[in-house]
């Protein structure tokens, strides 16, 4: 049996510079999807500031077609967690990705979202929102720059278009074995219950670096 | 009167709108990954140590792990210890060098108060913000050999601050170094006297400064 005929990258970009489109199904589903990630329009804490600056004139997200800010979680594909989330918020924002249709994504935006940044230490705040929800990018920063959000949604665009849309490594939405329903927390006596999603949150057992 | 504001508000808009077609002042959008907006020179994101030499930067870290910056950092984001041993620094002492030194760049909030409390200017703040990655633990723990950065990287991302930092040390070394010669001076004239005049006395020894 003759294996399927490739074509390389260079094969194809010469053809696409004499105006033959040769693509795979694959390509195209992930283009599409990459290129229309549509956030929720929801903001916590003063990155959501940084965040409303990037759709706006000067940094311009709807370069990247995403300055579609929907306002109901059921349109929306990517969830920007930018601020702080205090436990009391925590149920809600798990309700809001849950509301969410698949394929979705999510980015942590800043020191509080990825780990609690500031308010780490303090008794009423999430140590990151990648206890409850699976996030695809961290953006570090207090607050990150609108630029650096826009890196983000680069780098989460890089993934998209990398994903395979059939096999074991095939996203979430595309697969039979995984649920996209993530349990919600509740806002208990002292903490919240439970106060981690483990099959969310895997920390590497091996010692840090150096 | 009703709607004024409304329209003096389209005017502006209509204004830049046809304006933008010949007047590139009035194209606001910086397109970012092909060009990027100038960033003032006091513009932070995430402290960097300052290493003297580009070749070797983990033996020339201005660094002497002395921990205080560790000890006021407000959301406690950096971790040293120690080393056992004492390694030279730029102006030859033997210093303590931090066997560990990281810092969680998911937890850091750009305070710039390591920055200001180090007496050695051995940590400044950095220019770099496209730092979005995939990995939380992997990528976003910085050790040492991600946090070495040499003068050099200084100088081009904060010309003017470290223009002041050199010439602060070189003329802090110097003044080390003159001390040290006028007391290698002091102690020998301190030796060479009294055993001229005063053979049968034994001389005592000169006391260690």
């Known amino acids: ?210 | 009167m009703l709607g004024t504001g409304l329209l003096q508000g389209l005017a502006v808009t209509a204004k830049n709108f046809a304006g933008s077609f010949h007047d590139p002042k009035r194209l606001t959008t910086v397109e970012y990954p092909e060009k990027k907006s100038v960033i003032p020179e006091a513009f932070r994101n995430f402290p960097f140590l300052v290493s003297e030499n580009a070749e070797d930067p983990m033996g020339t870290l201005r660094c002497v792990a002395c921990q205080i910056c560790e000890k006021e950092c407000p959301p406690q984001c950096i971790y040293i210890e120690k080393s056992k041993d004492k390694k030279p620094d730029a102006s030859g002492k033997m210093q303590i060098y931090p066997a560990v030194f990281r810092i969680d760049s998911s937890v850091c909030m750009n305070c710039q108060i390591c920055v200001e409390v180090c007496p050695f200017d051995a940590i400044k703040m950095d220019h770099v913000y496209e730092i979005a990655t995939s990995e939380r633990f992997e990528t976003l723990l910085l050790d040492r050999h991600d946090l070495a950065k040499p003068n050099s990287y200084f100088h081009q991302i904060r010309p003017l601050e470290a223009a002041e930092v050199d010439g602060r040390l070189t003329a802090e070394r110097k003044a080390a170094e003159e001390k040290a010669k006028a007391a290698a001076l002091a102690k020998a004239a301190l030796a060479a006297k009294p055993a001229a005049p005063a053979p049968a006395a034994p001389p005592k020894p000169p006391e260690q400064a």
């Open chain 1, 1 to 210: 049996m003759n294996p399927m005929p490739t074509i390389t990258d260079e094969e194809r970009s010469e053809l696409r510079r004499h105006g033959i489109l040769l693509t795979s199904v694959e390509e195209l589903y992930n283009w599409g999807r990459s290129h229309s990630v549509w956030p929720l329009q929801f903001g916590l804490a003063c990155c959501a500031i940084e965040m409303i600056a990037a759709s706006m004139a000067r940094f311009d997200i709807a370069r990247f077609g995403s300055e579609v800010f929907r306002p109901s979680p059921r349109q929306a594909d990517l969830l920007i967690v930018s601020g702080t989330v205090t436990k009391k918020m925590a149920p809600q924002v798990v309700r809001l990705w849950n509301q969410m249709a698949e394929p979705k994504y999510c980015i942590a935006m800043g020191a509080c979202a990825i780990s609690g940044g500031p308010f780490k230490r303090g008794y009423n705040v999430l140590k990151g929102i990648d206890r409850f929800v699976p996030v695809d990018i961290y953006i570090p920063g207090c607050p990150p720059r609108p630029e650096a959000l826009l890196h983000g949604l680069m780098e989460l665009q890089k993934k998209i278009s990398g994903q395979s849309i059939s096999g074991p490594e095939a996203p979430r939405h595309l697969r039979h074995d995984t649920s996209c329903e993530y349990p919600v927390p509740e806002f208990g006596d002292h903490d919240l219950v439970p106060p981690k999603n483990p099959e969310v949150w895997k920390v590497p057992e091996s010692p840090p670096k150096d």
